[in-house]
C-alpha cells in the first residue's frame, strides 16, 4: 500500500522551512521516531518514507510530499492507528494538508465493495422475483410508458429490467410509505364519524400508509420497514464513500460487513418466502404504479449531482481545522453550520450559502417518507444552482 501527502506551509512558519525541521515535527509524540529512511511506530513496525521540498509557483510558500509505504501483511491495527496518529500531525502543521494517494482507503474498499454488490443484488432479485411472480413477465411492456421505457439509463439498459435501478431506489421501492388508497378515503372516513360506536380501528389502520415491505414480508420475517430501511440507507452511505473515492477506513469496512451481516439473511428469507406472498387485484395496480413512478429519474439524477458536489464541499470542510477553530467536529454540525464554516472562511458568499441550503431542503424532501411533491420547477432550479456551484468549487 502507498500513501501521499501534499502539506503546503504558511510562508509565517520558519520553523518548518527545511526538510529537516519537517522531520522533527513529525516525532512530536513519542510513539513516532525516524530511522535512516523510515519512520517507526511503537518501535517494531517500520515504514519506510521519502520527503521533498518545492515551492508553490512564484511565491514565497512552499509546501512538502510525504510518501509512505505500507506492508498490509503487518498488524493492520497497528497500521491503522499509526496513520490516524500520523493525519493528526500533519494537519496540525498544515491544516490545507492534501491526501494525494490513500493506499489504506483503496485496500479496504477493494474488500468491501464486492460484499456489497452481492447483497444490492440480493435485493434485485428479491423485487425482480416479486414483481415477475405476482404481476407477470410483460408488465413492463403493458404498464410503463414509452418515454419511461425509453429514459431510463438509455446508454446502459438491461434486458432484466429491474437491474436499471439505482442502489438507492430499490429502498424506495420497497421501504417508502405510501397510502394503501387515496389519503382523501381516510380523511373522508375519519370525517363521516359521528360517534364511537361506527369507529373500526382495524378499517382506519388499513387505510394507513405502509410500505410494500410492511404490507407483504415483515409479518414472516420479524423486523419493520423502518430497521431495514435505515440499515440500507446506512449500507448505501458506506457505498457512496468508495464509489467516490473518499476516505474508506477500517471502521467503514467493519460497518459494511456489520450491516451486511444483519441485512443479507433478511433478503434471502423475503426470497424463500415468496411463494406464501399474495398481492390481491387493488394493492397489484398499486405496486405497479410505485415502480412506474420510481423509473422517473430526474429526482435521482439531482440525488446523485448533489452528493458529487458534497464531495467536493466535504473535501474543503476536511481541509479546514474545525475541531481547533469551533469546537466540534464536522460529525457533530448540522448542514447549515457547516456551511457557515465555508462562508466564514470566504470559500463561499451569502448567496452561495442560501443556496446550498435550498439544495439540502430538496434533496432531504428526496427521501421524505411524506413524499412531499418537488415541482418541476424546484428541480430545474436546483439544477442551474449545482451548475454554478460546481464552477465554485472546481
Not at 6 to 35: A, C, G
Not at 288 to 304: E, K, P, R, S, W
Amino acid at each position: 500500500m502507498k500513501l501521499e501527502y501534499l502539506i503546503p506551509i504558511d510562508s509565517n512558519k520558519s520553523n518548518l522551512s527545511t526538510v529537516e525541521t519537517f522531520k522533527h515535527n513529525l516525532q512530536i509524540i513519542d510513539e513516532i521516531k525516524i530511522d535512516k529512511k523510515s519512520l517507526v511506530y511503537k518501535n517494531k513496525i517500520q515504514f519506510p518514507f521519502t520527503i521533498s521540498k518545492d515551492k508553490i509557483g512564484n511565491t514565497k510558500q512552499i509546501f512538502f510530499q510525504l510518501k509512505l509505504e505500507i506492508d498490509e501483511t503487518k498488524d493492520l491495527n497497528e497500521i491503522n492507528d499509526f496513520i490516524r496518529k500520523l493525519k493528526s500531525i500533519l494537519f496540525k502543521i498544515s491544516p490545507n494538508m492534501q491526501i494525494l494517494d490513500d493506499g489504506v482507503s483503496k485496500f479496504y474498499s477493494v474488500q468491501a465493495y464486492p460484499l456489497i454488490y452481492e447483497v444490492e443484488n440480493l435485493m434485485r432479485k428479491l423485487i425482480t422475483k416479486f414483481m415477475i411472480t405476482n404481476v407477470g413477465v410483460d408488465w413492463i411492456k403493458n404498464e410503463v410508458p414509452d418515454d419511461l421505457k425509453n429514459g431510463i439509463r438509455t446508454s446502459n439498459q438491461d434486458k432484466t429490467f429491474l437491474y436499471n435501478f439505482d442502489f438507492i431506489q430499490l429502498k424506495s421501492l420497497l421501504f417508502s410509505e405510501r397510502y394503501n388508497r387515496h389519503k382523501e378515503e381516510l380523511i373522508l372516513k375519519i370525517k363521516s364519524i359521528t360517534s364511537e360506536s361506527e369507529l373500526n380501528i382495524n378499517e382506519l389502520k388499513s387505510l394507513l400508509p405502509s410500505s410494500n415491505w410492511e404490507k407483504y414480508f415483515s409479518k414472516e420475517l420479524k423486523i419493520s420497514s423502518k430497521d431495514l430501511s435505515d440499515k440500507w440507507q446506512e449500507l448505501y452511505d458506506m457505498r457512496c464513500l468508495i464509489a467516490h473515492n473518499r476516505t474508506f477506513s477500517k471502521d467503514n469496512f467493519e460497518t459494511v460487513l456489520r450491516l451486511i451481516d444483519e441485512i443479507k439473511p433478511h433478503i434471502s428469507n423475503a426470497i424463500k418466502n415468496l411463494d406464501i406472498v399474495k398481492v390481491d387485484s387493488i394493492d397489484l395496480n398499486d405496486l405497479i404504479q410505485d415502480m412506474i413512478v420510481q423509473l422517473d429519474n430526474a429526482a435521482f439524477i439531482f440525488i446523485n449531482r448533489f452528493k458529487l458536489l458534497m464531495n467536493k464541499v466535504n473535501e474543503i470542510l476536511d481541509s479546514i481545522d474545525v475541531k481547533g477553530t469551533y469546537g466540534h467536529s464536522l460529525e457533530e454540525l448540522n448542514f447549515q453550520n457547516r456551511m457557515g464554516i465555508l462562508l466564514n472562511a470566504s470559500v463561499i458568499n451569502d448567496k452561495e450559502m442560501e443556496d446550498l441550503i435550498f439544495l439540502e431542503s430538496i434533496h432531504l424532501r428526496t427521501f421524505s417518507s411524506l413524499r412531499i411533491p418537488i415541482s418541476e420547477n424546484e428541480l430545474k432550479k436546483s439544477f442551474q444552482i449545482i451548475e454554478s456551484l460546481e464552477q465554485t468549487f472546481s
